[in-house]
Every structure is written in C-alpha cells, then in structure tokens.
C-alpha cells in the first residue's frame, strides 16, 4: 500500500536473503564435493545426475540474485547507492525503510547523558 512495514536494522527481504545465501551455499558445497568427487555420489550415476542438477539451479538462482542485488542497490532504489558509499543514510530515509531501528537509535541518543566521557 506505498508504506514499508516497520524494520530494524535488517528488513524481513534482506534476513531471508541472508539464510537463503547460508542454505543455499551448504548445499551448494555438499552438491559441489560430490561433483568433486563422482564415485562417492549415493546412488552411483543416478546420484550424480541428481547433485549436477541441484548444483546448476542454485548457480543459476544464484546469478540471478546477484543481478537483483547489483540492480537494486545501484539503481532500483533511490539513496542505496549513496548509502554504500557513504555509510550513511539520510534520516527521513532511514525512517521510511527501517522505522524501528531508528526508534531504538535515537531511545539509545537520548538515555546518554550530554556531559558524559566515554570510558578509555
């Protein structure tokens, strides 16, 4: 509905992306071993043709995220490519897309006192 649902520092798309890359590469690496390793595969050639497959779609799936990725951190979303180099965002941004992180920062900013030295 044009609104972004409240996030933290990490937003619902970028944690599922996040366990779908650790997922996805450990079954990456054991389909890649027996690829390695052919006549380990379980269930000799059928096995085999079996890891080959798995081991093509998530290289594909993972072509394809990587676009995705490139596309909406440079051009797909306005202030992303800033924020990249920068390291920072812009606050009314950063409102808009993370509301709850924001809200946690700023509770943090408040509860410092102004006079206070940090510990050394």
């Given at each position: 509905k044009g609104q972004h649902p409240p996030a933290e520092r990490f937003n619902a798309g970028q944690k599922v992306v996040f366990w779908i890359v650790?997922?996805?590469?450990?079954?990456m690496s054991v389909s890649g071993w027996f690829l390695l390793?052919?006549?380990?595969?379980?269930?000799?050639?059928?096995?085999?043709?079996?890891?080959?497959?798995?081991?093509?779609?998530?290289?594909?799936a993972f072509v394809a995220a990587m676009l995705a990725h490139a596309y909406i951190g440079s051009?797909?979303?306005?202030?992303?490519?800033?924020?990249?180099?920068?390291?920072?965002?812009?606050?009314?941004?950063?409102?808009?897309?993370?509301?709850?992180?924001?809200?946690?920062?700023?509770?943090?900013?408040?509860s410092v006192p102004r006079n206070s030295v940090p510990a050394e």
């Open positions: 650790i997922a996805g590469g450990a079954v390793f052919p006549y380990t595969a379980p269930d000799g050639v059928a096995g085999l043709q079996l890891m080959t497959t798995v081991h093509a779609v998530l290289a594909v051009v797909g979303m306005e202030g992303a490519f800033d924020a990249m180099g920068t390291g920072e965002v812009d606050l009314n941004w950063a409102k808009e897309h993370h509301a709850l992180w924001v809200e946690q920062e700023q509770a943090k900013a408040r």
